[in-house]
């Protein structure tokens, strides 16, 4: 991946692909702890920003905000405004800059798990997307090297924070209602933040 606009909106065409092939997957995990439809509100979203990179900017702050702008207005449920904010807040933290560094890589995913919590208002074992972003964060800051050496690590914290919601009792969100019978599935949200990490950094490498 280079690592300027163009290189985002290639990222970004294969999250969307990545969201498509593992729409029936989140699919499933909601409709075990949630009303189902996860999957198919992520593949909306990002089938939308497909149609939007073709004019997306020329840095990579641009990028994203267009993704944010749209994942707000296409997506459903609470992943609409959870994703929206996370990518809105990466891309005011990018600014203008043309191409992106391990460092602002880092203060990016830094600034979209701030925005995420913000909105959310969850933290680490409340059993939601900020299971897999928090240690995906972490782990970013403690690696040196390139942007897909960050991303990679990124995602590898992501995989194990998301297989960590397993056996968490839900506190926020629809799978709080079910108490104690949330435990024993994976949190939907972790795994779709695990997957588009992981999708980033695929791309980078």
Same mark, same amino acid.
């Given at each position: ?88 807040? =990466? ?5 203008? $800059?043309?191409?992106? @560094?391990?460092? /602002? &890589?880092? %203060?990016? *995913?830094? !600034? #979209? ?18 299971? =897999? ?5 972490? $782990?970013?800051?403690? @690696?040196?090297? /390139? &942007?897909? %050496?960050? *991303?990679? !690590? #990124? ?51």
């Amino acid at each position: 991946m280079t690592c300027n606009a163009e290189g985002v909106i290639a990222a970004m065409r294969s999250v969307a692909q990545v969201v498509e092939a593992h729409r029936d997957e989140l699919v499933t995990l909601d409709r075990e702890i949630g009303d189902g439809d996860h999957g198919e509100n992520l593949k909306r979203g990002f089938t939308a920003v497909l149609s939007k990179l073709d004019n997306a900017g020329d840095t990579p702050g641009a990028v994203l905000k267009i993704v944010a702008s749209t994942l707000i207005s296409t997506v459903g449920g609470a992943a609409g405004p959870l994703y929206g904010t996370g990518f809105l807040r =990466a891309a005011a933290k990018l600014g203008t $800059a043309e191409t992106l @560094t391990p460092e /602002s &890589v880092v %203060d990016a *995913l830094q !600034a #979209a798990l701030d925005g995420v919590v913000a909105r959310g208002k969850a933290e680490v074992g409340d059993k939601t997307m900020v299971d =897999a972003l928090t240690p995906a964060v972490a $782990a970013a800051r403690e @690696t040196s090297g /390139s &942007v897909a %050496d960050v *991303l990679k !690590a #990124a995602a590898d914290a992501a995989d194990k924070g998301a297989q960590d919601t397993v056996p968490l009792v839900a506190r926020k969100g629809r799978a709080s209602y079910l108490g104690e019978r949330s435990a024993g599935h994976m949190d939907p949200g972790a795994r779709s933040t695990a997957l588009l990490l992981r999708a980033f950094a695929d791309a980078a490498s």
